[in-house]
């Protein structure tokens, strides 16, 4: 099993196994403490690192979003993009 990401204690989500490879140590080390802390309540969040990597893979391949296959572990394309739209926003 993998480690939670430091932005995310629920250990019932776990990050994907391709979010370090799209998202290496060094450059989530300097993203992470840019992104707005997570909201109370509600149901366990995709980590922060998870979503990220799909919005790099998303951004790299052109694939829409809601096409990423489920096999990678990047959570729905929708939680993804909306994850991107308020960082944005903050």
């Excluded at 932005?7 to 060094?26: F, G, I, W, Y």
């Excluded at 990220?52 to 394309?77: C, D, H, N």
């Amino acid at each position: 099993m993998m480690d939670p990401t430091p932005s995310n204690k629920n250990t019932n989500v776990r990050p994907c196994s391709m979010a370090k490879q799209l998202v290496p140590d060094e450059l989530w080390m300097v993203i992470d403490p840019l992104l707005p802390p997570k909201p109370n309540g509600g149901r366990p969040r995709v980590p922060n690192r998870t979503a990220l990597a799909r919005i790099i893979y998303v951004l790299k391949s052109g694939i829409p979003w809601g096409m990423v296959p489920k096999e990678l572990g990047f959570g729905s394309g929708v939680t993804c993009w909306r994850r991107l739209r308020d960082w944005q926003k903050a």
